[in-house]
């Protein structure tokens, strides 16, 4: 650890996600109902979404992308926060993942406002021809697949829009040298690709598994 630097000790984090954790009630249910369907407990954490929600109001955010939805929890957190006649577009494959946020939509009263699109976000994506520019992006689904979501949403992005990734410490895993798992290899790679970028600024957030945050220039 760096001198003068003892942040990243569990007893600190924990701190973080007690002082500075998103509260919603309708979005805790939420990841309960979907814990109880069985869905993966791999949401972004309320700490990660209250920092979203710093991001997205300094912004006066409108437009929002998303590849990866699961149940709901960050898309409908995002589309609470876009300013009037906003609009989140979020990409998942998985149907009974869709379908649920879908309705989680409805019954927050943020239909309008939250367009799920079913399906490979690979295949999706390259057809998605919007007719206005996305103040706010998010990557969060396959891992694999990061450079390839960051290299199709960047054009899709107005200037001084802000495209965040997350898991980029890979479950803790970035810095372990003899780790080469092929997941955390592409994390590696897409860490990398980004940031030598001149056509972004980026910098590593360190909360939840680590959020690259990055806006276009
Ligand atoms: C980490 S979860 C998303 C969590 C969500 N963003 C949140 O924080 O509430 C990843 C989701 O991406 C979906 N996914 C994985 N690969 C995908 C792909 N190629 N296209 C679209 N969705 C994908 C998975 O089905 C899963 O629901």
């Known amino acids: 650890m760096m001198k003068g630097f003892k942040t ?38 309320p700490e990660q979404l209250a920092y979203f929600r710093v991001l997205l109001k300094s912004m006066n955010a409108q437009y929002a992308v998303e590849i990866g939805t699961l149940a709901g929890y960050s898309t409908i957190g995002i589309a609470q926060m876009l300013s009037d006649h906003g609009m989140i577009t979020s990409f998942e494959k998985n149907a009974r993942h869709a379908e649920f946020a879908a309705r989680k939509a409805r019954e927050a009263g943020l239909a309008g406002k939250v367009q799920i699109h079913v399906g ?13 520019q996305f103040d706010f992006a998010f990557i969060d689904g396959d891992k694999k697949n990061y450079l390839s979501y960051f290299t199709m949403l960047l054009p899709l992005m107005r200037h001084g829009g802000v495209i965040v990734a997350d898991n980029v ?17 592409s994390l590696r790679a897409f860490n990398h690709e980004v940031t030598k970028r001149s056509d972004v600024l980026s910098s590593l957030v360190p909360l939840g598994d680590g959020m690259l945050v990055c806006v276009k220039l």
């Open 169 to 185: 410490l890979a479950w803790g895993n970035i810095a372990d040298a003899d780790n080469h798992d092929e997941l955390v290899e």
């Open 8 to 45: 990243f000790n569990e007893e600190v984090y924990q701190y973080i996600a007690d002082n500075f954790g998103d509260r919603d009630e309708f979005l805790s249910e939420l990841n309960v109902q979907a814990e109880e369907k069985g869905f993966p407990g791999i949401q972004i954490a």
């Open 120 to 132: 490979d976000a690979m295949e999706l994506l390259p057809k998605f021809t919007p007719t206005y």
